[in-house]
């Protein structure tokens, strides 16, 4: 049996519903705006700031050091040409180490396996791939490369800093030749 609705709920749904179709003759229910014939109001925009012509390098640099990844920590490390060269083998030996051992768990438990590691069998990896990005990686942080390319990244972005800030530092007109 339907709910009977009675008057006080049908004045508060009436104060909230659109009025009826009689009430609103000579006024179209489309919105004028979504009409084809009304053109939209021209607004004019104010123009934004360009954006700064570097993304902030110090800020980057002040973040990777306080904040550094596994992968950051690869690529300003400064280490020797020796280093460089064996680093990306001890990651591969360690990514094959840590397959050996996902495939002892399989075997032992399958079950457990998958809840622990998400994967129904272990993934073998891509070691080549690994090793070539790795290279690549630790190769940055030969004598240092990485690390001196950004320190000289700061220190160029504080010069024109300085310069658009109007620092007495940053002008050459203010030092005496």
Excluded at 62 to 85: C, H, M, W, Y
Excluded at 134 to 154: H, N
């Amino acid at each position: 049996m339907p709910k009977r609705t009675n008057a006080e709920e049908i004045e508060k749904l009436s104060k909230i519903l659109p009025p009826a179709k009689e009430e609103m003759r000579g006024q179209s229910s489309v919105d004028p705006t979504l009409l084809r014939r009304v053109r939209p109001a021209k607004v004019e925009d104010s123009k934004p700031e360009p954006p700064p012509l570097t993304s902030g390098a110090i800020d980057k640099i002040v973040d990777l050091a306080l904040n550094p990844s596994r992968e950051t920590i690869r690529g300003f490390t400064n280490i020797d040409r020796i280093q460089g060269k064996l680093l990306p083998q001890l990651d591969v030996i360690d990514l094959v180490w840590q397959y050996i051992v996902e495939i002892a768990a399989y075997r032992q438990d399958a079950v457990e396996y998958e809840r622990v590691y998400k994967y129904k069998r272990p993934v073998p990896p891509n070691l080549i791939d690994t090793f070539t990005y790795r290279t690549a990686q630790w190769q940055k942080s030969v004598q240092g490369k990485s690390l001196q390319s950004a320190i000289d990244l700061a220190l160029a972005e504080t010069e024109t800093r300085g310069g658009d800030e109007g620092d007495i530092y940053g002008r050459g007109k203010d030092f005496e030749d």
